[in-house]
């Protein structure tokens, strides 16, 4: 039995022949028409441009001194910094804000240690097993 993948006729590999020389070719299809690009396309160029600006300050040491800028659109080190700080400390104050009953609910089980939660689960199923002990006294089982 044949496999299901094998060609019915036998083709050389690949690269068993020696090759050929760049350039040289046997068939003439290396001129394949191209279409022709259209007259009224033209390529689109951006009119603006950005006059950029300098990380790190001059010389990279930010020694232009704090709050002040070397230019238009450009900033010291030291201002970035402080912008940086400002807004994680506004990030820090916003998280720690009060976010009304179920805030404060997920803030103190987020506080919680590993066993802390453990020793609230362990209560919850031995309050579960109590409750389910009084129901069958109350049976009478």
Known sequence: MGNICSRS??????????GRVLGSSTTNNNTAPRASVPAGAK????????PGRTLGGEGGSGSAGA????????????????????????????????????????????AQTHSQTLN??????????????AEAARRWD
């Open 9 to 18: 006729k036998n083709e050389p590999e690949a690269f068993s022949s020696p």
């Open 43 to 50: 390529l689109k160029q951006s009119n603006w441009q950005s």
């Open 67 to 110: 709050g002040s800028t070397t230019g238009p659109g450009t900033e010291t080190a030291e201002d970035a910094r402080a912008r940086a700080a400002a807004a994680a400390q506004a990030r820090a104050e916003a998280t720690t804000a009060s976010k009304g009953k179920l805030g404060t609910k997920l803030a103190a089980q987020k």
């Open 120 to 133: 609230e689960v362990s209560r919850d199923e031995r309050a579960a097993r109590d409750a389910d002990g």
